[in-house]
């Protein structure tokens, strides 16, 4: 059981980046995927922030399973689960207001894309 209570968060984050990865939703809903306003304002954003999030998952993911390998080993009994499942849920929810920053830097507050600086027509 220890081993279980160690890692149950981090697999379960790894699992959401996975799954988000590999079947993300198309078109903004509010059953799955991640859903920010800011995220459900069109398509073309709802498309990025899930490709963000599931990468920012994905590393909160391995993270937190890193974590969770040093805590099972170093930290017995009970502080040692508490520890593993803060980290692990700490770096999810890392994931959110990184996903909005680069939401924020790559749409306007309206949804459309950004233009990069030096890539207009002339030059």
Do not use: H
């Not at 909160?60 to 890193?66: E, S």
């Not at 996903?99 to 600086?117: C, I, M, P, Q, V």
């Amino acid at each position: 059981m220890r081993i279980l209570y160690c890692f149950v968060t981090a697999v379960f984050v790894l699992g959401s980046a996975i799954r988000q990865a590999v079947a993300a939703p198309k078109e903004p809903t509010a059953r799955s995927g991640y859903r920010s306003s800011f995220a459900m304002m069109n398509v073309a954003v709802w498309n990025e922030a899930q490709m963000i999030w599931a990468r920012a998952m994905l590393a909160a993911g391995i993270a937190g399973l890193a974590a969770s390998t040093v805590c099972y080993f170093l930290i017995d009994g009970s502080a040692g689960y508490l520890a593993s499942m803060l980290i692990s849920a700490a770096a999810a929810a890392c994931t959110v207001p990184y996903t909005e920053s680069r939401l924020k830097a790559t749409f306007d507050e309206k949804g459309l894309r950004k233009r990069k600086e030096g890539a207009g027509i002339d030059g």
